[in-house]
């Protein structure tokens, strides 16, 4: 099958193309008729009108006593009325007003009197606490007009007003047709080049999300003819489908042109980054998409583009994610070929919100799961400059975001656990991490891009850590260096040791692949020291300019066979059942901005690093040790 794009239009150009085609194509909703007290949360499918009044008859509305109004006149407190038996009526709430009454008096200012007769002490004017015919719902009125969602309070007023059965908006179904030689079941084991299949989830919980219900099929290998048949028949049995991956540019993406053999294939290619390789097309009226398989681009396309494809469906209202206002925390490049969507972190730093770049990986899915919000850098834009103040679609509640405590810096499991420890409180606190390296925390601390940042920077010359860095970068104050806490840093190597590695020297070895941690990170810092002590160049390391930028990404790369060496800490070897091979103890301390030493989010964080708790989680991590944590020891 030949491949080609279609177009490169900009994203609102081809979501209104395909708009216009689905329409066109008669692409619309079906409804059915349900029981009103089982209609929670459906949209109604056309207007709805009383059928009778509510109340519809006089109703009594209050406990009291039924009467004439006109015998209550020239009532007052130096001079009672009398009312004798016979000439009143005691009643309920909700009782028919009786008979020749026009009003009810309130029990609690009735005084009963001898013989039966009572006393009022204020006169009453007619209909007064009295619920006159249609005074909620006339019959007749509209209730709720076309396409409006069933809430329980709109329950409530049909069935006031007589309506026991309502016309809804079908709930749709969505086929989801995951595809790929590749893809395997989330039940087995993978197997190298295997990938899981976890889109489908995805994808049915944001549908979910939308009202629609999803029929997942099973995995289609990378076969025309059997993918063509598949979508035939989900294009037969369901509403929409969805077909994930075999949209690109691969030998193996039959996704368009199956699109076009079976339908119409409307657009093919949006100027979107990620998510560029989708197809939009049709098969009669059902619409039918082809999804990048990557994750990260496969819920952009379904959030811009798929979310109002299923309101043709659904006639819900569009509801638009919370937008937020924040300060750009570093430069964002971008193609001018492309509206591109960028994952961010955003906490509130000294009264602004500040809003923090992730990676732009459009696999990186648990990245979306921790953003706080997305940034848009519009088609025919270079990008963004540092300080700009951006528009920001919140992934996150605003009180979430704006109640966060900002920890970046160098990367460390302990943030994580006490991360989850604040989460456990009666009052929780989020934090918001982000993995930059300690000379990234110096850098986001300086611009009050952070509140705190995890450093472990060693002077070469004197041996000591970050107190150096402190004095140099924070020459007029600004910032606290807090104790943090000792820990192991060494050679993290395969179980067993295979190769024998017993210190720095070793991983400039032939045959050795090394795995290295990025620029600015304290750990960087480290093996540059420990190779110029021992005389080694860095060209002489195999792997040297290969970065990760996480203690447990050195360690994954080393289990996984893909490096044979990595510095780093411990806890990231325990976690792999790795080898280590001790080289240095190291202080993890905390650099801290002046202006928040005494928020009570921050204090709460060193609370939480003194406590016993976070010990005896970091005791069964090991390659820890406490050296006063919380103290501070620099600034103030």
């Not at 990620?274 to 009226?285: N, T």
């Not at 952009?300 to 925390?329: F, G």
């Not at 300086?446 to 995890?454: D, I, K, N, S, Y």
């Not at 928040?596 to 069964?620: G, P």
Request: glycine residues 10%; proline residues 5%.
């Amino acid at each position: 099958m030949k491949y080609e794009y279609l177009s490169n239009k900009p994203c609102e150009q081809a979501l209104s193309e395909y708009l216009t085609a689905l329409k066109n194509a008669g692409t619309t909703y079906k409804t059915e008729t349900v029981e009103t007290r089982n209609a929670n949360s459906a949209v109604t499918a056309s207007a709805q009108y009383a059928r009778r009044c509510s109340p519809h008859y006089c109703a009594c509305a209050m406990d009291g006593i039924a009467l004439r109004s006109e015998l209550t006149n020239g009532a007052c407190e130096s001079s009672p009325v009398v009312i004798k038996p016979g000439d009143f009526v005691y009643v309920d709430t909700g009782d028919p007003l009786p008979e020749g009454c026009d009003c009810v008096v309130m029990i609690e200012d009735v005084v009963e009197d001898e013989g039966g007769a009572i006393r009022l002490y204020s006169a009453s004017v007619p209909w007064s606490n009295v619920r006159h015919v249609g005074e909620d719902i006339c019959m007749g009125d509209m209730i709720v007009p076309s396409f409006t969602v069933i809430t329980p309070a709109v329950i409530g007023a049909l069935l006031a007003g007589g309506v026991y059965e309502v016309e809804i908006v079908k709930k749709p179904v969505a086929a989801i047709i995951p595809t790929g030689d590749e893809i395997v079941d989330t039940a087995s084991e993978p197997k190298p080049g295997d990938i899981p299949e976890y889109n489908s989830a995805v994808f049915s919980a944001m549908l979910s999300e939308w009202g629609v219900g999803s029929k997942v099929y099973p995995v289609i290998p990378d076969v025309p003819e059997l993918l063509s048949s598949t979508v035939d028949s989900a294009a037969r049995e369901c509403d929409a489908v969805i077909v994930i991956a075999g949209s690109s540019a691969g030998r193996d993406d039959y996704t368009s042109t199956i699109i076009k053999e079976l339908g119409s294939l409307v657009i093919h290619g949006v100027a979107i980054k990620p998510g560029k390789p989708v197809a939009l097309g049709h098969i009669g009226s059902v619409p039918v998409i082809g999804v990048p398989g990557y994750p990260v681009s496969g819920i952009i396309v379904m959030d811009e583009i798929v979310r109002h494809v299923i309101r043709l469906l659904t006639k819900r209202p569009d509801m638009p994610a919370p937008r937020m206002s924040a300060y750009l925390s570093r430069r964002l490049t971008s193609s001018l070929k492309y509206k591109e969507f960028i994952r961010s972190r955003a906490a509130s730093v000294n009264g602004k919100t500040v809003a923090v770049p992730m990676s732009r990986g459009a696999g990186i899915v648990s990245g979306y799961a921790k953003a706080s919000g997305i940034i848009t850098v519009p088609q025919n834009c270079e990008g963004i400059e540092a300080g700009s103040v951006v528009d920001m679609r919140l992934l996150k509640s605003p009180d979430e975001i704006q109640n966060s405590l900002c920890v970046t810096g160098s990367h460390d499991p302990l943030i994580d656990e006490i991360a989850d420890i604040l989460l456990r409180l009666d009052n929780p606190v989020r934090i918001v991490s982000s993995h930059v390296g300690s000379m990234g925390a110096v850098t986001a601390v300086r611009g009050a891009e952070a509140h705190l940042g995890g450093i472990h920077l060693l002077d070469t010359e004197t041996g000591e850590y970050n107190v150096g860095y402190v004095q140099k970068y924070f020459k007029n104050g600004g910032a606290v260096l807090v104790r943090g806490v000792v820990r192991k840093q060494g050679l993290i190597v395969a179980g067993g040791n295979p190769l024998g590695v017993r210190g720095i020297a070793d991983i400039a070895r032939r045959g050795v692949s090394y795995v290295n941690r990025q620029k600015g990170s304290g750990t960087r810092i480290l093996l540059d020291f420990l190779l110029e002590k021992n005389g080694i160049s860095a060209e002489s390391v195999y792997g040297y300019t290969r970065e990760e930028y996480t203690h447990t990404a050195v360690a994954a790369a080393v289990h996984s066979g893909d490096a044979d060496a990595g510095l780093g800490i411990y806890s990231a070897a325990k976690i792999y059942s790795l080898d280590f091979i001790p080289l240095w103890d190291e202080k993890y301390d905390f650099l801290v901005l002046s202006s928040v030493i005494d928020d009570e989010n921050v204090k709460r964080f060193f609370e939480t690093l003194k406590s016993d708790e976070l010990k005896e989680r970091l005791s069964l991590m090991g390659g820890y040790s406490f050296e006063n944590p919380g103290e501070i020891i620099f600034g103030g």
